[in-house]
């Protein structure tokens, strides 16, 4: 969705390093998720952020929702191979009417 | 978390014929549900939404009389694909909630349609 702008496009980082997606709309978010997918098959659910300001955190994953609403990043710590796959950002732009995502980060862990 | 069952997983059909994709919520009554096509190496572009027992919303350039959904009860929705043509060959993946909005949706394992 072009509401939803995610970066980067890829990215390729070595075992044990950190790194970190974002992702940015215009509008107000009235929900913002993150999933993952392997290609070819449905989407896990990571998390889930509401409110401006709001971060949560699982194992080495964190997701963090701007005061503004409009802005989200995720942040894996000490990347491990398992981190492997394509993350997306959905949000909601309109209170329950529609679910749209972000054009989705590849990424690759070389050990 | 929840299940959300799809079925089939994979499909081929000849060309001209319909094919019709089913989306379980197993565990939950799923007041919405959205159908989305992802292309190799792309996003999920969203399709529809549907509330149960109402029509659902179609996005703009989805042909509504070509690609049918129903939601006729809390834990089924379907995806019927009318005439198919090999450009509509690709992955279609349902998602549901149990609300109306604003809490995590859950997905499908995806089919892959090949029109031959």
């Known amino acids: 969705s072009q509401e939803l702008e995610q970066s980067p496009q890829s990215l390729i980082v070595q075992e044990g390093k950190n790194l970190t997606i974002n992702c940015t709309s215009s509008k107000t978010l009235y929900g913002l998720y993150w999933y993952k997918q392997k290609y070819g098959e449905g989407l896990i659910f990571l998390m889930m952020l509401q409110k401006g300001g709001e971060e949560k955190s699982h194992e080495k994953i964190t997701a963090k929702l701007d005061e503004k609403k409009q802005q989200s990043s995720l942040h894996i710590t000490a990347s491990q191979p398992s981190h492997a796959g394509i993350y997306l950002c959905g949000a909601d732009l309109e209170y329950g009417n529609k679910l749209v995502f972000g054009a989705g980060t590849i990424l690759r862990v070389k050990s | 978390g929840a299940v959300v069952s799809q079925h089939p997983s994979w499909v081929i059909c000849k060309s001209g014929t319909s094919v019709k994709i089913e989306c379980r919520s197993l565990?939950?009554?799923?007041?919405?549900m959205f159908w989305y096509r992802q292309f190799p190496k792309q996003s999920l572009m969203l399709m529809a939404t549907s509330n149960e027992g109402s029509k659902a919303t179609y996005e703009q350039g989805v042909e509504k009389d070509k690609f049918l959904i129903n939601h006729a009860s809390l834990t089924l929705s379907t995806l019927t694909v009318t005439s198919a043509h090999p450009e509509d060959s690709s992955f279609y993946i349902c998602?549901?909630?149990?609300?109306?909005?604003?809490?995590?949706?859950?997905f499908g394992q995806g089919t892959r349609l090949t029109v031959v």
């Open positions: 565990d939950f009554q799923a007041t919405t």
């Open positions: 998602s549901a909630r149990w609300t109306g909005g604003n809490t995590e949706a859950f």
